[in-house]
């Protein structure tokens, strides 16, 4: 199962800037060595615990991503 290094801001959306430690496991769905075309893939598709987590500054506001859709704006496009 492969990991994450989170650092960074934590927004109120949750999102925070990372990196991914790869397991190397061709039935992990995160990994590079997991096939393209996997056929009908029931392939661990869940990240471990944080390998380590470093919180720079806690904010409620969004992240740039997400504001968009948290604060409304993709009820409006219709």
């Keep these: 199962m492969c990991n994450l290094e989170t650092e960074g801001t934590k927004y109120g959306c949750g999102t925070r800037k990372l990196r991914k430690i790869d397991c190397a496991n061709q039935y992990c769905f ?3 060595y997991h096939p ?7 392939c661990d598709r869940y990240f471990g ?12 506001e969004y992240c ?3 504001q ?10 219709r």
């Design 64 to 66: 740039v991503s997400c």
């Design 68 to 77: 968009y859709w948290f604060q409304g704006g993709a009820q409006h496009r």
């Design 30 to 32: 995160h990994s590079m």
């Design 49 to 60: 615990p944080d390998a380590r987590e470093t919180i720079t500054l806690h904010t409620p």
């Design 36 to 42: 393209k075309n996997c056929p009908d893939c029931h």
